[in-house]
């Protein structure tokens, strides 16, 4: 008999940063599983390439909705009409992130606060929006944050994009908790360095790149799709049972001593 513990057909999961790196290759894998999917980020071109591949090797439905998450007051509108074009969010994975490097003796206000309004501020409105929508609906969701190792430790220069990150945190502990009542699950997934446009930096650098391959047991930079089987895991029957947990996927960094 078929297993159906990872199957997400007759899901819709929203993804944030979805038009290119981890969340796409996490929009890709969710509707490789079966899910229809809602794609959700500011460059319109990236988001239906994505759309495109997702349809052409799933033959599941992506639908865009083009947004920049910093503007917070467009987000209600936003998952309003993804509501009336797809029906019903199932998952929510807020995915969509950004950094600005500096050291923390000069970032400034405008910098801090816009980081933590796409990483962190723009994840609890969709998270609020998320569960007065399925408390409507009567039904149980997911949400996956995408955190960091920053979840887990500090590092020089990316002051704002840590207090994200650890905000994230908190942010899916307590939901967790509070929203278990509505049978929303609520967890993270801790990504290692994953080669992506957001690390194109510092894959450059030599002494980084040496530094981090040092530090990560597997020996390599990660590759988005890394992250799909947790996702999967955290977005279907197999996750009935977990919530508040962060899942570092980091090649063994966190085990290092
Ligand atoms: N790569 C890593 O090593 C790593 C490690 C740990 C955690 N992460 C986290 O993983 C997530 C994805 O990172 P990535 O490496 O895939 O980065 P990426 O390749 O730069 O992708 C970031 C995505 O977020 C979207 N985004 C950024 N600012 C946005 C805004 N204001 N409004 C809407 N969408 C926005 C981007 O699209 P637009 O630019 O078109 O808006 C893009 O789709 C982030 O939360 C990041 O912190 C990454």
Request: charged share 20%; with cysteine.
């Amino acid at each position: 008999m078929e297993s159906k513990l990872f199957d997400l057909a007759g899901r819709t999961a929203l993804i944030t940063g979805a038009g290119r790196g981890i969340g796409r290759a996490l929009a890709l894998g969710l509707a490789q599983h079966g899910a229809d999917v809602v794609l959700v980020a500011r460059s319109e071109d990236q988001l239906r390439a994505a759309a495109a591949q997702i349809e052409t090797e799933t033959g599941r439905t992506a639908w865009v909705f083009p947004l920049d998450l910093e503007q917070l007051d467009g987000i209600e509108t936003m998952f309003a009409q993804v509501l009336e074009a797809a029906g019903a969010v199932d998952i929510l994975v807020n995915c969509a992130g950004t950094t600005v490097r500096g050291p923390s003796e000069d970032v400034s206000l405008e910098i801090f606060n816009r980081v933590m309004r796409v990483n962190l501020t723009a994840a609890l409105l969709l998270s609020q929006a998320f569960c007065k929508h399925r408390r409507q609906t009567g039904g149980s969701g997911r949400i996956i944050n995408i955190g960091s190792l920053a979840c887990h430790a500090g590092r020089p220069t990316i002051a704002a994009y840590t207090c994200s990150k650890t905000g994230l945190l908190g942010l899916t502990k307590t939901l967790a908790v509070e929203w278990a009542q509505h049978h929303i699950n609520v967890n993270a997934i801790g990504p290692g360095y994953i080669a992506t446009e957001l690390t194109v930096p510092l894959q450059a650098d030599a002494d980084f790149n040496q530094w981090a391959l040092s530090k990560t047991p597997l020996g390599r930079w990660g590759k988005p799709e890394d992250l799909v089987g947790t996702a999967v895991l955290l977005a279907s029957r197999a996750g009935d049972f977990i919530t508040g947990q962060i899942f570092y996927v980091d090649g063994g960094w966190t085990a290092l001593i």
